[in-house]
């Protein structure tokens, strides 16, 4: 896995929507936490998402809502994205900080196995999403997605920052 992906925070319309997404959590959720997993199949493929609203190819995941465990976070956010369900336990693998979202947001990152339970179609969130091998990954993979991947497969040290 060489490439070194597209920075997630890039050109002016995703700043300004993170940059008011970011304001509507700060008054909803004072810090921001949210849950993402590196997905994979039975056959080592791992599964990622591009939305419509963002450049880049990443791992499903989402905001943590209040009285929301992060389990409980994890699971609707894989169905929601991909239609996807774990199988077994979910494995926490780090808590990061993400200060290029915001100075408050925060990431719990699991590896999981999961099964998808029908194709995911495209709505107005997601525009495509599939599995990959990890040596075809798509072109426009974030660059956080490459270095969580890493860390997953020994090629990296964890960094604290997402």
């Not at 956010?77 to 780090?94: D, K, M, S, T, W």
């Amino acid at each position: 896995m060489s490439e070194q992906g597209i920075p997630e925070i890039r050109g002016p319309w995703t700043r300004i929507v993170t940059w008011l997404l970011h304001r509507a959590f700060f008054i909803l959720r004072g810090m921001t936490l949210g849950v993402r997993a590196a997905c994979f199949d039975r056959e080592g493929r791992v599964f990622l998402v591009r939305h419509t609203y963002v450049p880049g190819w990443y791992m499903p995941g989402g905001g943590m809502e209040l009285r929301e465990t992060a389990i409980g976070a994890l699971r609707k956010e894989l169905r929601e994205e991909g239609n996807l369900e774990i199988i077994g336990e979910p494995q926490l693998f780090h808590v990061y900080y993400n200060r290029r979202v915001s100075k408050r947001d925060h990431v719990i990152f699991y590896r999981v196995t999961v099964e998808q339970t029908a194709p995911r179609k495209p709505d107005r969130e997601i525009a495509e999403s599939g599995f990959f091998a990890l040596d075809a990954l798509p072109k426009e993979v974030t660059s956080a997605t490459v270095r969580r991947l890493k860390e997953l497969s020994g090629e990296a040290a964890k960094s604290d920052e997402w």
